[in-house]
T-cell receptor, first 115, second 113 residues
């Protein structure tokens, strides 16, 4: 089964600094990869997705991620952090079984933005 | 358009009690899922359904049962609650495609004492 590993359970950046959240995947087939964001006391929402159309994927709120097959990575970046970016971010990969698709999530990275 | 609605939002149970969590979606989605979220563990799939009348086990199904009698509803039951089931539970739905864009409810915080 496909899996993802997020490096760093907690990342702190200063407002205006680069945001880099790391995700590595393990997959025997070309994966579909996702980043979801969870704001406090809310459910998750889709930030961006990779479905093999383009290796650089742009998402909402200025985030983007680059699929690198040679490094088995799908890191999430944003050039300049904003206070409103403080949230927990989850990398996920599609798994299939019994004719259906499910997501397998990483353990999450909590992003703190320091004023 | 409400999306995915979960009830209740909070619940406290004593060990051994039973309860049912209700999830309702108004997007006519085929697939529905129940996840639990625990600190440092991410989200883990409990059960899921690929259509009305169908259910399947996920990664952590023990101690839970589910039913999908109507397409728009997916119920999660705890027959005999245990402290290990203290968690935040999320319901989600999607249209069943491989590009799994999940729509989540706002969660149910459950404490089992």
């Amino acid at each position: 089964a496909q899996s993802v590993t997020q490096l760093g359970s907690h990342v702190s950046v200063s407002e205006g600094a680069l945001v880099l959240l790391r995700c590595n995947y393990s997959s025997s087939v070309p994966p579909y990869l996702f980043w979801y964001v969870q704001y406090p006391n809310q459910g998750l929402q889709l930030l961006l997705k990779y479905t093999s159309a383009a290796t650089l994927v742009k998402g909402i709120n200025g985030f983007e991620a680059e699929f690198k097959k040679s490094e088995t990575s799908f890191h999430l970046t944003k050039p300049s952090a904003h206070m409103s970016d403080a949230a927990e971010y989850f990398c996920a990969v599609t798994n299939s079984g019994a004719g259906s698709y499910q997501l397998t999530f990483g353990k999450g990275t909590k992003l703190s933005v320091i004023p | 358009n409400a999306g995915v609605t979960q009830t209740p939002k909070f619940r406290v149970l004593k060990t051994g009690q039973s309860m049912t969590l209700l999830c309702a979606q108004d997007m006519n989605h085929e697939y529905m899922y129940w996840y639990r979220q625990d600190p440092g563990m991410g989200l883990r799939l409990i059960h899921y359904s690929v259509g009305e009348g169908t259910t399947a086990k996920g990664e952590v199904p023990d101690g839970y049962n589910v039913s999908r009698l109507k397409k728009q509803n997916f119920l999660l039951g705890l027959e005999s609650a245990a402290p290990s089931q203290t968690s935040v539970y999320f319901c989600a739905s999607n249209d069943g495609s491989r590009v799994v864009k999940l729509f989540f409810g706002s969660g149910t915080q459950l404490s089992v004492l």
